[in-house]
T-cell receptor
Framework: QKEVEQDPGPLSVPEGAIVSLNCTYS??????FMWYRQYSRKGPELLMY????GNKEDGRFTAQVDKSSKYISLFIRDSQPSDSATYLC??????????FGTGTRLQVFP | NAGVTQTPKFQVLKTGQSMTLQCAQD?????MYWYRQDPGMGLRLIYY???????DKGEVPNGYNVSRLNKREFSLRLESAAPSQTSVYFC?????????????FGEGSRLTVL
């Protein structure tokens, strides 16, 4: 079993839709849960992260972790064409050695 | 602000040729990494360096060597390239003690091995 599983998509939604991106993980030692965004032909960049369980909101983005089910989610409200990118989840034990999911490619069309 | 700079951006090699990918960061970070990204496989760690003078293997180190030349620079060498090494390579840096797990990536080096 992979340590991190992520649906690769692609996910295609109309502008204004609510998007849900998800990952599952197997190692209960993970404490930090990162979401990276990667635009086409660019390097990934950190979008947001949460520590332990619970929600964290940043503008139109909400990250959610359920440690009991080992499930990580990223919600995007009022999605925009500029949100079109690949989103990678990356849990961590608090070090900088991350395990990346395969990434979900999102396309938001006008 | 340059951040993490990788060279070259594109390279085509023949099987058996060697080459070195260069990476430099200007953020005074201690840790540096080399990842490869393949369709359906995500980002996989090849080697990392927690500080100047130290290097450690990651998930997929076979066929690669690295050198941490100084605090700024971390190079990745392919001694005898194979078609399986066709990939996009990313260098990254971080500083433990800042946001845990915040890596700063370069724009990637696209390598094709024929």
């Amino acid at each position: 079993q992979k340590e991190v599983e992520q649906d690769p998509g692609p996910l295609s939604v109309p502008e204004g839709a609510i998007v849900s991106l998800n990952c599952t993980y197997s190692n209960s030692a993970f404490q930090y849960f990162m979401w990276y965004r990667q635009y086409s032909r660019k390097g990934p960049e950190l979008l947001m992260y949460t520590y332990s369980s619970g929600n964290k909101e940043d503008g139109r983005f909400t990250a959610q972790v359920d440690k009991s089910s080992k499930y990580i989610s990223l919600f995007i409200r009022d999605s925009q064409p500029s949100d079109s990118a690949t989103y990678l989840c990356a849990p961590s034990r608090g070090t900088d050695k991350l395990i990346f999911g395969t990434g979900t490619r999102l396309q938001v069309f006008p | 602000n340059a951040g993490v700079t990788q060279t070259p951006k594109f390279q085509v090699l023949k099987t058996g040729q060697s080459m070195t990918l260069q990476c430099a960061q200007d953020m005074n970070h201690n840790s540096m990494y080399w990842y490869r990204q393949d369709p359906g496989m995500g980002l996989r760690l090849i080697y990392y360096s927690a500080s100047e003078g130290t290097t450690d293997k990651g998930e997929v180190p076979n066929g690669y060597n690295v050198s941490r030349l100084n605090k700024r620079e971390f190079s990745l060498r392919l001694e005898s390239a194979a078609p399986s090494q066709t990939s996009v390579y990313f260098c990254a840096s971080s500083e433990l003690g800042n946001v845990p797990g915040e890596l700063f990536f370069g724009e990637g080096s696209r390598l094709t091995v024929l």
